[in-house]
């Protein structure tokens, strides 16, 4: 019976030490002291979308993006047939000398007569055959604008990182300013106690002195605090470009990446920005390659001229004439200019596939690097959720002890020292877990996945409202 009832106690205080502990990270969770100094203000959704809009290189890289829409309808124009026509309108004076032998005293020497001139030239021309040149070329011109939509991206996704990053240095910069001004105070109120203190004999010139270093030390920090969020505000203005209180950032979180270390690697090799890219452009200088053999190829066209011509003058009167022609051409030598066109980009292939792997091994790393620090840094979060609910337990009783004189100063000075760094590394830790989730999610692929973000051109330069660069090039097109 006694070993039921002291089971039943031990569940039950296990169970009341559970419930605690998750009531006081949820206490934690909402503290003040780890949120911004503002309630509401950009949303980070709205900053981002707000950057993007006032992004001069984003729009630089769509003009590229349309620069090399309209290259890849230019080379298609070779398959079309050339209609040309030309055409001589006017009027001509022409004069004829009269029979030398003629006895006609009242003709003049001379005759002259005016003709109406209406010449028309049609000419209709079309390839036969280039020796696939023609076809190779659009292909090539198609893969540059692949290349060109995945630059594209690429800045995109860039831009959405960086206005994370300004917006959470921001954010918690605010938070790590707090926390080393709640810990100056703290020391403060410890120096005054200290002070009078040893004013009534119970404490050394020596232990004010320590303290009052400590102070000084909070200050220091303090300053520097405030310099780190001087530079990250200065960053998110002019990643914003605006000064206005409505627009400063408040949020302090957003969703993590979970993804395992394996999917996070398969995911940068499918959907990677830069990876696609240079895809694309090894596409590209394959089929350059092939559109500049069949250059060297015979040429084959197909002509069609119609020719009307007006020759009253001669007695003809109104001619028509149709011709059809076949032209080949075939060039037989030219100083080996091809085989040396050929090795050059042989060799641009096989530099673009070098880069290619380079890539590939750098975002292998990248992503290990980054998938081990967001585990990492979600493992000290938990743990340092822990050490400040511990620390805060004990400076709140070495205080009670410290003003009836029972407990020591260095004692509540090193708790004081301990509680501030617990604190500003929870902070840190939260950002930097946030900082790198982004990171992730760019160089797997999934950072638009994850955040549509809306976009709105002008009417003749856009056609969507809502752009999502991951799966739909079209919108772009």
Not at 10 to 26: A, H, K, P, R, W
Not at 70 to 81: D, S, T
Not at 194 to 219: C, L, P
Not at 432 to 437: E, F, P, T, Y
Request: with cysteine.
């Amino acid at each position: 019976m006694i070993k039921l009832l002291l089971s039943l106690c031990l569940t039950l205080n296990l169970y009341g030490f559970e419930s605690n502990s998750t009531m006081e990270i949820i206490n934690l969770e909402n503290d003040t002291l780890f949120h911004a100094k503002r309630e509401v203000g950009l949303t980070l959704y709205d900053a981002i979308n707000r950057a993007i809009k006032h992004s001069n290189q984003l729009d630089a890289s769509y003009q590229v993006v349309v620069q090399d829409k309209q290259k890849v309808k230019e080379v298609k124009a070779g398959h079309l047939p050339v209609v040309n026509l030309s055409g001589d309108v006017g009027y001509e004076l022409r004069q004829f000398a009269l029979d030398e032998n003629s006895d006609s005293v009242n003709t003049p020497i001379t005759s002259a007569s005016n003709y109406k001139k209406i010449d028309l030239y049609l000419t209709i021309t079309e390839n036969i055959w280039a020796g696939g040149s023609i076809e190779n070329s659009v292909n090539e011109k198609d893969a540059l604008l692949k290349a060109s939509l995945y630059d594209y991206r690429d800045k995109l996704e860039a831009l959405v990182v960086n206005v994370a990053n300004g917006y959470f240095d921001v954010v918690y910069g605010e938070i790590a300013l707090k926390i080393a001004n709640k810990n100056m105070k703290n020391y403060e109120k410890i120096l005054n106690i200290v002070s009078i203190k040893e004013k009534n004999g119970a404490a050394t010139k020596g232990d004010v002195n320590f303290i009052r270093a400590n102070v000084d030390n909070a200050k220091t920090d303090l300053i520097q605090r405030q310099k780190t969020l001087s530079d990250a505000l200065a960053q998110y203005i002019y990643l914003l470009q605006t000064q206005t209180d409505d627009k400063l950032p408040f949020e302090i979180s957003t969703t993590f990446y979970n993804q395992n270390l394996n999917k996070s690697l398969q995911n940068a090799q499918e959907f990677n920005a830069k990876i696609l890219k240079q895809k694309a452009y090894i596409k590209a200088t394959k089929y350059g390659f092939l559109a500049t053999n069949g250059s060297f190829q015979p040429k084959v066209d197909f002509a069609i001229n119609g020719e009307t011509r007006n020759e009253y003058d001669i007695g003809l009167g109104k001619r028509e004439k149709v011709n059809a022609i076949i032209n080949f051409n075939y060039n037989l030598y030219n100083g080996n200019k091809d085989e040396a066109t050929a090795i050059r980009l042989l060799s641009k292939m096989r530099e673009q596939k070098y880069l290619y792997k380079d890539i590939q091994r750098k975002l292998t790393f990248e992503v290990k690097v980054l998938h081990r620090s967001v585990s990492t840094l979600s493992a000290s979060l938990s743990l340092t959720q822990s050490e400040v609910i511990a620390a805060r337990k004990v400076v709140k009783s070495y205080w009670i002890a410290f003003q009836h004189g029972t407990q020591d100063l260095q004692a509540l000075q090193l708790a004081q020292r301990n509680l501030n760094r617990a604190e500003q590394d929870y902070a840190e830790y939260k950002k930097s877990l946030i900082v790198d989730s982004f990171a992730l999610m760019q160089k797997t692929g999934t950072l638009l996945q994850n955040l549509v973000v809306p976009y709105r051109k002008n009417k003749n330069e856009f056609q969507a409202d809502t752009l999502n660069l991951f799966s739909d090039f079209d919108a772009l097109k």
